[in-house]
């Protein structure tokens, strides 16, 4: 049964976050300088923003720890994070799913496709944990592994309960091998993603998260957090991993370095959006003049402005201060900055009145383009919370390696080329995100004028607009 650990160090006000740790391998007993691994996870979860911490012990086996688990989800509020006490891994680690704001449900992994026995293996499309491994279910095209920490938004714990339930009669009937208490959280991920959970995978990068075996194993994984500068690689993860072409090697490469100072300055995410704003503003300006010192000092403007852009997200994710209104505020931020500066170049443009008509043209298309992201993406979110048991059948939990198959066609081809730099990289240029057009505006707008601008705009997003029709059309057929 568990046991509930709730000092007033566990618990602060604002926690909405359960912690189930499974104390059930005998690696949990190991020393080390905080007494044990038990000792030293539960320590570091005392710094973390957790309501209460339920200790599942060892004793039952593999099938009354699962059904522990599913008690606590059913009578849980808030996310609940499982994870076990045999885990060596950097605190700034667990607080990428634990400070979190989201809550939702997510996975700790690492970019690492060597599996083993505490490994499993997991693939990766998307930001979301498509298939997933233990020794009983196996992943093909892996590109990456689980490890061990598995948090469950409140608005699937209801899944995780029942997922919990059926692995646990599953397990006391012998059906799914000689499995051990020592894979329950990693069957706990794989029933939610082949139920239909969408999964969002938490990247550890360089920082380490095993879990250990034996007294070796563990020294050598301690001795490895040491290696590792945490509140450096806090700092470089504020940068957004899957950014595009130009904001990561030309913007990217340099904000990350006004992030601290921002913080110490109290600027919020929301203040900055607010100061880009107006930078754009003052570019469309200048671009309004229709000189060329005008359009070279808004094309500047303009690229700070998209600087200020990328800072408030990695100021965000450095505080972990992401909030609603601050999403809304930055996405909207985003469209009318370009806007304003697409009717500042057609005011400033001395070449005929025929610019406008460019300039609505160019609107229109980028207004078609994101409608065609969002509407794809509340397709997706709406099929994965309703569809995953009703659009499809739930794939059985015993179902092994056939019922996770690579992509085929299109979507296989694409998701191939993921996985090679240059063509990852040539895959978001072609897609003109905001970072490309940007530069695309600045350069245009410094060296040239207004109409190649617009001309530009549009040749461009007409090829981007046509490749991400056929991608969505490629992913929903599938």
Not at 160 to 181: F, H, S
Not at 394 to 423: F, H, I, K, N
Not at 446 to 475: C, D, H, K, S
């Amino acid at each position: 049964m568990p046991d509930s650990l709730t000092p007033d160090s566990l618990s602060t006000e604002s926690a909405t976050t359960s912690v189930v740790l499974l104390a059930t391998t005998p690696a949990c007993k190991l020393s080390c300088a905080d007494g044990t691994l038990l000792d030293r996870i539960s320590d570091q979860l005392t710094v973390l923003p957790v309501r209460d911490v339920r200790v599942v012990s060892a004793g039952g086996g593999l099938g009354a720890d699962l059904r522990g688990v599913a008690g606590i989800a059913r009578t849980s509020s808030g996310a609940v994070v499982v994870l076990p006490a045999d885990l060596v891994a950097h605190t700034e680690a667990l607080a990428l799913l634990l400070e979190h704001p989201a809550r939702d449900t997510a996975a700790l992994i690492s970019y690492d496709a060597v599996g083993g026995p505490m490994r499993p293996p997991v693939r990766i499309e998307g930001g979301k944990i498509v298939a997933a491994g233990s020794s009983f279910h196996t992943v093909p095209e892996v590109n990456a592994t689980f490890r061990g920490v598995l948090q469950t938004g409140e608005a699937d714990l209801a899944s995780l309960a029942d997922i919990a339930e059926e692995l646990a009669e599953l397990a006391d009937t012998g059906r799914l091998g000689p499995v051990t208490p020592v894979e329950a959280v990693d069957l706990l991920l794989v029933g939610l993603v082949r139920s239909g959970v969408p999964v969002r995978a938490a990247v550890l990068g360089p920082l380490h998260a095993d879990r250990v075996t034996g007294q070796l194993s563990a020294d050598n994984a301690l001795s490895r957090l040491s290696e590792v500068d945490e509140a450096r690689v806090r700092l470089e993860t504020s940068v957004k991993a899957d950014d595009g072409f130009f904001a990561t090697f030309f913007v990217s490469s340099w904000t990350k370095y006004l992030v601290k100072p921002a913080v110490r300055l109290k600027l919020t995410p929301n203040a900055v959006t607010g100061i880009s704003l107006g930078l754009a503003l003052l570019a469309a300006v200048w671009f309004s003049a229709g000189t060329r010192p005008g359009q070279i000092a808004g094309a500047l403007l303009f690229y700070l402005s998209f600087a200020l852009d990328c800072l408030d997200g990695q100021i965000a994710r450095y505080t972990r201060t992401f909030s609603p209104l601050g999403a809304w505020a930055d996405g909207m931020s985003d469209r009318l900055k370009e806007y304003l500066v697409y009717v500042g170049l057609a005011f400033g443009y001395q070449g005929g009145t025929d610019i406008w008509h460019l300039a609505v043209a160019a609107m229109v298309l980028q207004v078609v383009r994101h409608a065609v992201d969002y509407t794809y993406a509340g397709a997706v979110a709406d099929s994965g919370r309703v569809g995953a048991l009703w659009g499809r059948p739930r794939r059985s939990l015993l179902e092994s390696a056939g019922g996770d198959r690579p992509a085929p066609g299109v979507l296989g081809l694409a998701q191939r080329m993921e996985r090679e730099s240059v063509t990852r990289w040539l895959k978001k240029i072609i897609i003109l995100p905001i970072g490309e057009r940007t530069a695309l505006i600045a350069v245009t707008a410094a060296v040239w004028n207004a109409r190649v601008t617009f001309l530009a705009l549009l040749g461009w997003g007409v090829l981007a607009a046509a490749y991400q029709v056929l991608g969505r059309i490629a992913r929903s057929s599938r």
